[in-house]
């Protein structure tokens, strides 16, 4: 599932004053501290809020709207995204290793998702067979 944030930087609707705005957006989201309200209008760019499905994420946008701010909402990149760099020669670079051409589709990905699962150790104790339990099968 995809995940969006909402970014605003303090422009304003065409027609609408700054200081208007401010007080709205001030009044709207909650913004009680002066410093922080003037960070939001400074023309860079600030993360109003993130991980948001896109029907909220658009519902915050038109929010900012409202008041008379302009703002957007973008598609987050996860963290731990794959990116191939393929070098015509029947092989593809994954993070620093080489990935044959010849894995079938999806296999980068579910290799990827392995490696940053944290490692089981399994015990020679947990290996033992148990005695059947009296009460049946579990």
Same mark, same amino acid.
């Given at each position: 599932?995809? !995940?969006?944030?909402?970014?605003?930087?303090?422009?304003?609707?065409?027609?609408?004053?700054?200081?208007?705005?401010?007080?709205?957006?001030?009044?709207?989201?909650?913004?009680?501290?002066?410093?922080?309200?003037?960070?939001?209008?400074?023309?860079?760019?600030?993360?109003?809020?993130?991980?948001?499905?896109?029907?909220?994420?658009?519902?915050?946008?038109?929010?900012?709207?409202?008041?008379?701010?302009?703002?957007?909402?973008?598609?987050? !990149?996860?963290?731990?995204?794959?990116?191939?760099?393929?070098?015509?020669?029947?092989?593809?670079?994954?993070?620093?290793?080489?990935?044959?051409?010849?894995?079938?589709?999806?296999?980068?990905?579910?290799?990827?998702?392995?490696?940053?699962?944290?490692?089981?150790?399994?015990?020679?104790?947990?290996?033992?067979?148990?005695?059947?339990?009296?009460?049946?099968?579990?």
């Amino acid at each position: 599932m995809s !995940t969006y944030r909402v970014v605003f930087w303090g422009e304003t609707l065409p027609g609408k004053q700054k200081d208007s705005v401010m007080l709205a957006f001030a009044d709207r989201f909650g913004v009680r501290n002066g410093k922080q309200l003037r960070a939001l209008f400074s023309g860079r760019v600030n993360v109003i809020k993130q991980g948001l499905d896109q029907t909220y994420a658009k519902r915050l946008v038109l929010a900012i709207e409202s008041i008379g701010g302009i703002s957007r909402m973008e598609l987050e !990149t996860p963290q731990n995204a794959l990116s191939f760099e393929h070098s015509g020669e029947g092989e593809a670079q994954l993070a620093g290793e080489l990935v044959p051409s010849t894995y079938p589709s999806g296999l980068a990905e579910k290799l990827e998702q392995a490696r940053s699962q944290p490692r089981k150790h399994i015990s020679p104790q947990a290996t033992a067979r148990r005695p059947p339990s009296p009460f049946g099968t579990r």
